[in-house]
């Protein structure tokens, strides 16, 4: 009698699977057991056991067709039995060493087959499940696609052991890229944030050891992670603020009576503010295992503030809705109670965007690391009057050095230049926040 096996239930939200490979032919002796095709989703790859045993009729699928719950997979003849349709079981549903189903089980459909064994998990669960087994032994699949596979192969890294990142543990290109960057990272870069031992300094001469700090600790852990997760890329600009520390100079009595320090900085949280609300994208954040970005509806951005302890970076909230002498006043606030060890947790979080001026102590660009989750970073170093070239001739200009670090996995060069370029020109010409920010 002839027999269909059919594609069994995909799971929620899975609509089709592709078929990879078919690996069965017309005449071919199937046991029960025995994978008949491989399919994959954008999720995983996985190969799909026969539940029939006899000799292969028919094949209905072929490599690159698409795979809806219910198609049918192959017609098998089936030994002493009655023509029947039943559905596959994805590989997972197995157990390491699975009784192989009895012949006669081809007769019913599964569901009502083998009522005492526990129902078995969709292929769409087994797409997503972090681990299984495949039914003839222990080789260890791994919930991620062939082309992940490939890319871990090419790299040298063994996939079984990357963790992943995505639903389920499904690992991504990114998860196998971190991997490998931490690995590398183990074997011979900067120890202190991986572990690494050291080797033995005191045989070149006197060495004096002191326990990190709490707040060096966090840093460095926090860095690596960053260096880690995000791909970045800095672009460097130059503003014009020869105009601009003209007005601040004009108008710092008037924020020191309001109890503030008109500063670089402060001027410039107003300035990335106004920024970051037309070029909402720098003030997102990228979902990777969701597949999404995420764009904060606030504008809240960290000031990198130099303590003796260590880096501390405090949060100006709503930023876009206060005034240059309002941001200057809790800028004051904030930066004291940073170098008096006074601030809050809460106080240093929820940042979308983080902003490091290392111009009061010097410097002509550095490349600030991206503060993970946010996406991007401006770093901001000395003011140095330089000559111009202004309409028809050189004049001597303050230019203040920006470099902005950026997430490249969600922020085009493009995007950047035009965020930079954004700034520079309210900068140059304040009027811009009050047109456009
Ligand atoms: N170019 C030229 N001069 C600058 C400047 C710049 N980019 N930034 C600040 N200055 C000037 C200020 O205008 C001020 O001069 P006046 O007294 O004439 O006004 C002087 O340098 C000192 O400024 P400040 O440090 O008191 O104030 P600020 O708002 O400019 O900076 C803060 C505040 C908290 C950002 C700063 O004190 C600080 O801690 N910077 C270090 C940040 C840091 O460590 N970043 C690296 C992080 S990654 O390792």
Known sequence: ??????????????????????????????????????????KAS???????????????????????????????????????????????????????????????????????????????????????VAPEGPRKLVPAAPTVRRFAREVGVDITQVGGSGPGGRISIDDVKAFAARAISRAGAPPGATGVELPDLAAWGAIRREPMSKIRQVTARNLSRAWDTVPQV?????????????????????????????????????????????HSKLNAAVDVGRKEI??????????????????????????????ITEISVELEGLSARARGRKLGPEEMQGAGFTISNLGGIGGTAFTPIVNWPEVAILGVSRAA?????????????????????????LVDGADAARFLAWIVEALEQPLLLALEG
Do not use: C
């Open 1 to 42: 009698m002839t027999s269909t096996l059919r594609a069994p239930d995909l799971g929620e939200n899975v609509e089709s699977v592709d078929v990879v490979k078919v690996l069965v032919a017309v005449g071919d002796t199937l046991a029960a057991g025995q994978p008949v095709i491989e399919v994959e989703t954008e």
């Open 46 to 132: 996985v190969e799909v056991p026969s539940t029939l045993a006899g000799v292969v009729t028919e094949v209905h699928v072929a490599a690159g067709e698409a795979l809806r719950a219910g198609d049918p997979i192959v017609s098998v003849a089936v030994a002493d039995a009655p023509a029947a349709e039943v559905a596959a079981e994805p590989a997972a549903a197995q157990p390491a060493a699975p009784d192989p189903p009895a012949p006669a089980a081809s007769d019913e459909v599964v569901e009502t087959s083998q009522p005492r064994r526990p129902a078995p998990p969709s292929l769409g669960e087994t797409l997503l499940a972090p681990r299984w």
């Open 234 to 278: 800095t672009n460097h600009d130059l503003a014009d603020i020869t105009g601009l520390e003209a007005l601040r100079q004009r108008y710092r009595g008037r924020v020191e009576s309001a109890g503030g320090k008109l500063t670089v900085t402060s001027i410039l949280v107003k300035v990335a503010a106004s920024a970051l609300k037309i």
């Open 294 to 323: 995420v764009y904060r509806e606030y504008v809240h951005v960290g000031v990198a503030v130099d303590t003796e302890h260590g880096l501390l970076v405090p949060v100006v909230r709503d930023a876009d809705r206060k005034s």
């Open 385 to 409: 009057t330089q000559p111009r070239w202004v309409g028809d001739r050189f004049e001597p200009r303050l230019l203040l050095p920006l470099s902005l670090s950026y997430d490249h996995r």
